[in-house]
């Protein structure tokens, strides 16, 4: 059963005459109670497909679809309905709350907007049961966002989340502003609600040790397109694709004894712009295996694991 799928997604912006190809035919599909990790390079759209996703942004073309509806297609009645099933957690826990608002209030305000979710009575009860699910007091209900710290404020913004019981939570670098030691628990808080609640998420990161932890699934993405995606197990232990094998490598290795077996690969130039990408395979122009054929034809996911004209053979 798919609940998410992402169709052809594309998204340019135009930017002083130029074209910006933040997203260019993505399409994945997330089933209830998987965990899809996005991963790259900061630049590679990753935030722009979270937007899309979310309808905070139009697509340039493509679909997305929510328990088979077309989210791009839907009146306003049906999307506000989309807004209890979909729901984010953004990047910057110090900007993303409120500071006026008690932290109950940021907690109730979506049963404020969706009236029909919660008696009033009710509404206090079940912040403070959030707020308690998140691993944070329910007293807490009535301090403000800047008396905790970053880790906390991004349980919080879990917390708010959660509220109208989504079946999917689009997370946007949720921990890249956290000490490393707070990321892995607001990591393990994910997992646990996801155990929980059954949810399902779409997990976006530049951290691939995280992604590892939480992700089924594993779409790497280069210059607005998926270039690789497969299982954990696959990407992170028989990647195909010469950019994934890059990443992968630059992954700090915690135990000295298997430092030295494993050789960096140190990619060579700039990253192209978006708005002049290379023809044919976008990673060519840093890629150690490229030949002509890469700058004539574009290479396409198709029913491999990876969008390259000669990846590392399946071991």
Known sequence: MT????????????VRGRTVHAVDGVSFDLAPGETLGVVGES??????????????????????????ADVFAMPARQLRRLRRDVQMVLQDPYTSLN?????????????????DVAPRGDRRRLVRELLDRVGLRP?????????????QRQRIGIARALALRPKVVICDEPVSALDMSIQAQVVNLLADLQRGYGLAYVFIAHDLTLVRRLAHRVAVMY????????????????????YTR???????????????????????????????????????????KAQDLCAT???VLGLGRAACHFPEPLR
């Open 223 to 242: 210059l607005g397109k998926v270039v690789e995606t497969g299982t954990v197990t696959e990407v992170y232990e028989r990647p195909t694709h010469p």
């Open 99 to 115: 500071p006026r608002m008690t932290v109950g209030a940021i907690v109730g305000e979506p049963f404020d907007i969706h009236r």
């Open 43 to 68: 630049g590679c759209g990753k935030s722009t497909l979270a937007k899309l996703l979310m309808r905070l942004e139009k697509p340039t073309a493509g679909r997305v679809y929510v328990d088979g």
């Open 297 to 299: 034809e574009e290479p």
């Open 139 to 151: 007293e807490d209900a009535d301090r403000y966002p800047h008396q905790f710290s970053g880790g």
């Open 3 to 14: 609940l998410l799928r992402a169709d052809g997604l594309v998204k340019h912006f135009a």
């Open 246 to 288: 890059a990443l992968l490598s630059a992954v700090p290795v915690p135990d000295p004894a298997l430092r030295g077996r494993l050789t960096p690969i140190r990619l060579t130039g700039e990253v192209p712009s978006p708005t002049d990408p290379p023809s044919g395979c976008r990673f060519r122009t840093r890629c150690w």
